[in-house]
């Protein structure tokens, strides 16, 4: 088949007509396919930019499965429909003062490395600080806590899972990982508690009254705005940081959420 004429313009006598091809070329432009390839790529880039400026909600999409398992563990569902079974809650309360205790030198850790590497536009150091008074608060409540349910925490041996989490933070509180590797986790650490717990606050939840004050620890407004927070340093850090930084970023946030699945698993019996 030839090319395909278009009848342009007809001047008396004279018509003149264009194959397709330079039809295109005189109504789109020239360099239109090039045109075009530009502005998907620009596209793409955009894209990419808008992810990464939000770079903490692309991961949880990305990796909502587990996610979703972190947030919405078996144990968390059973306090938010009323089968808790009790002696898992204490369970996970002896285990968790042993946790928050190492959780403590962690957050230190990081407080160190906001100061060595952050230009602290953010005010990143006052929202570590500010966590770091709310753990002071928190051992003194798991204290209270623990002996209002009979639990005796000297006594409390770490479990496995337990066991494998604080590594993983000491792993983190060398020197040789970035402030926004380490931020990144601490977010993800806080952050599991607090969607967690809030979860068994929600309007029409069978939470027992007497596990409403430890949701209430976590899944309270405030402590909430706190996560936001440290969102937002993180989403600031990853939007500047190189790609390798940031794929260990992802590679903690991945490895955090996996513990605290281990960790939620412990209060049903297993080491
Ligand atoms: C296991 C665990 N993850 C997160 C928190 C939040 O502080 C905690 N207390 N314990």
Known sequence: MGPTFYFIKSIGTHSISFSSKLYKQVRFGRSNNREQRKEKMQAKKTREEVEKINMIDTWLKKH?????????????LSIRDGTVNLTSFKTWLGQDYIFVRAFVS???SVLIKAWKESDDSGGDMEVLLGGMAALNDEIQWFKNEASKWGVQL????????????????????????????????????????QQSFAHCLEDGTNTPSDLQVTCQ??????????????????????????????????????????????????????A
């Open 64 to 76: 909502s499965l587990i996610y979703v398992g972190a947030t919405r563990h078996p144990f968390i």
């Open 106 to 108: 962690f957050v230190a």
């Open 154 to 193: 000297s006594d409390i041996v770490p479990q496995k899972a337990n066991k494998d989490y604080c590594r993983f933070l000491e792993s983190l509180m060398s020197s040789e990982v970035k402030y926004t590797v380490a931020i990144t986790a601490f977010w993800a650490i806080e952050a599991v508690y």
């Open 217 to 270: 620890r976590w899944g309270n407004d405030g402590f909430g705005q706190y996560c936001h927070s440290l969102k937002q340093i993180v989403n600031r850090r990853l939007a500047k940081a190189l790609d390798d930084e940031i794929k260990k970023a992802e590679v903690a946030l991945l490895d955090v959420l996996e513990h605290e699945v281990e960790f939620w698993n412990m209060s049903d019996g297993g």
